[in-house]
């Protein structure tokens, strides 16, 4: 492998501080302010991972990390790392990945590069761990949740004092509380993340540094195929109640999410060249964004059509000193 040089640590270094100032600026910031700054913290991991190197992007997480825990303290350091710098490193990797297409069955002339099905999987697998370590690492329990709950019911009766809640259906809404909130923070984050690596590919391309091709998201971005059993795995999990029960809804949320994902693009890909595509697709976003129900059923065409897709590119196109970086 090509030894880094100074320069494009120099470089990954700069970006980890850039993507360590967004982190700490999340930190004072209103909810969604900080969503949206935690999630854009990821884009300068991705794009120097993506435009230089692996190199470039370890030492981009380790100076966010070392910033963290220097400025912040070593546990923030450790969240930040698991929620944001991990999965943006891993995936500009996973990405610049490639492998001669002889070795698939394919044309010697051509790359075969790694399946962006298999970078989702990687993605909410990523995902999951951590938001089930951040769980260990808080407490996360009915201790959290249940107070949530009671406080909910009191501003309640506060507003309808004739309001008599249920204790049967009290106790059923904080089990449901205690495995929506897990599910929904890695759905959310799945979602996000691959956000940041979308928009990460198109400035690295344009820029000219990508290796890997720009890929028609609509017919590429699939799940793959084993994701399926996870996702059942994780859903049987939530049936045994406990711990089980709390792993199981993280896996139902990540890997839900990466299916939504998923659905959504075979969903824009299945309307394609159609008269009434742009106001369908703007009807599903919002129905989904609003309703439970439009949102399963783009789950069910997401677990419908599990596929890996490969992208090709000409040998000749791959620059030779870079390979050893692509290389699988």
Request: charged share 10%; hydrophobic share 55%.
């Amino acid at each position: 492998m090509k030894r880094p040089d100074l320069k494009t640590l120099l470089i990954g270094a700069l970006a980890g501080l850039t993507a360590a100032l967004l982190v700490l600026g999340a930190s004072v910031q209103p909810s969604f302010f900080s969503a949206l700054l935690y999630t854009a913290s990821a884009l300068p991991i991705l794009i120097v991972g993506l435009g230089w190197g692996n190199a470039a992007a370890i030492s981009a997480v380790a100076t966010a990390a070392a910033l963290g825990a220097i400025f912040i303290s070593p546990s923030f350091a450790l969240i930040m790392t698991l929620v944001t710098l991990l999965p943006a490193g891993w995936l500009s990797h996973l990405a610049n990945l490639a492998r001669p297409a002889s070795e698939l069955g394919g044309p010697d002339h051509l790359l075969a590069w790694y399946p962006l099905s298999d970078i989702l999987l990687h993605l909410c697998g990523l995902v999951t761990i951590a938001v089930i370590v951040i769980g260990v690492m808080i407490g996360y329990g009915p201790e959290i949740t249940d107070p949530i709950v009671d406080l909910l019911i009191t501003s309640v009766k506060q507003q309808q004092p004739e309001f008599m809640p249920d204790p049967a259906a009290t106790a059923q809404t904080k089990s449901l509380i205690l495995l929506m909130l897990p599910a929904l923070q890695g759905g959310m984050w799945v979602s996000m993340l691959f956000a940041a690596y979308y928009f990460a590919v198109r400035i690295v391309a344009a820029s000219g540094r990508g290796l890997r091709p720009r890929e028609d998201i609509p017919s590429s971005l699939r799940m793959n195929r084993n994701s399926i059993f996870i996702f059942l795995a994780g859903l049987a999990a939530c049936f045994f109640g406990g711990v089980p029960a709390l792993v199981g809804a993280t896996v139902i949320g990540t890997f839900g999410a990466g299916f939504v994902l998923s659905g959504f693009a075979s969903l824009h890909f299945r309307t394609r060249g159609k008269d009434w595509r742009i106001p369908a697709l703007i009807l599903s976003y919002l129905a989904s964004m609003l309703m439970l129900l439009p949102a399963l059923l783009i789950l069910v065409l997401g677990l419908s059509d599990t596929r890996k897709a490969i992208a090709l590119t000409p040998t000749k196109d791959a620059d030779a000193p870079k390979q050893s970086d692509t290389k699988i």
